[in-house]
């Protein structure tokens, strides 16, 4: 099984326009935070749904230092998971996401229903955690939510798009579900996986 984007090139920076956040004139603000296009072939035999999530290995694990201002935060430093994207129950005969029709805008307190393959089902976030003490902002964030990566840190960050053949049509997830339960629901079901993945960082000093 193979994935692909139109919107992005494998291994390469990802547009500002599929990013939760972006530079701008007086610092960093809020980006346009449309999901990405997807689209896969090769699907086994067998395959009853899919299940697609969007994880950022390269996050920094100290979070005062995220930023901080004066402070920059080593490439080195041991880094964690922070889920992007977390979707079920995929349609067998799907092989397409259309860029912007799943996520187009930051929504405070996160999207209400968000929109995807008919179907499937969408589960919450890391920005529901992240944003747990900011009345302002703090909800269920469910769907796609792109890339914010603190503009004070050294790391390129890398977003992979894992998408799984499953041989079941309905994964046993909660109302409000996580990656973590997608992972867990689907152990034993997987016919096959193909990822992809982009990159992006908010630090001009950065490279690729």
């Keep these: 099984m193979q994935i692909r984007s139109d919107s992005f090139e494998h291994r390469h920076r990802i547009p ?20 990405p296009h997807l689209a896969w072939d090769g699907v086994p035999d067998g395959t009853k749904s899919f299940a697609l999530l969007c994880i950022d290995p390269d ?6 230092m995220v930023g901080k201002e004066g402070v920059l935060i080593p490439s080195d430093q041991p880094r964690c998971d922070f889920v992007h994207w977390a979707v079920a129950d995929i349609g067998a ?5 259309a ?3 799943c996520s187009d805008g930051v929504v405070p307190h996160g999207k209400r229903n968000p929109s995807g393959p008919a179907g499937s089902r969408q589960g919450l976030n ?11 902002m703090s909800g269920d964030w469910q769907g796609y939510d792109g890339p914010f990566p603190p503009p004070n840190d050294l790391r390129l960050h890398r977003y992979f798009f ?20 997608v992972f867990a629901a689907m152990h034993g079901h997987v016919l096959a996986e193909a990822a992809i993945h982009g990159t992006y960082s908010l630090n001009p000093a950065v490279k690729d």
């Excluded at 005969?93 to 996401?97: F, H, N």
């Design 93 to 97: 005969a799907v092989r397409e996401i």
């Design 59 to 64: 996050v920094p694990t100290v979070p005062e």
């Design 16 to 35: 500002a326009e599929f990013a939760a956040g972006q530079a701008t004139a007086d610092g960093f603000g809020f980006a346009p935070n449309r999901n």
């Design 99 to 101: 860029a912007g029709s």
């Design 126 to 136: 890391d920005y529901t955690g992240w944003f747990a003490g900011d009345a302002s």
């Design 162 to 181: 894992r998408l799984f053949a499953l041989d079941v049509e309905r994964l046993p997830l909660p109302e409000k579900f996580s990656a973590a339960d």
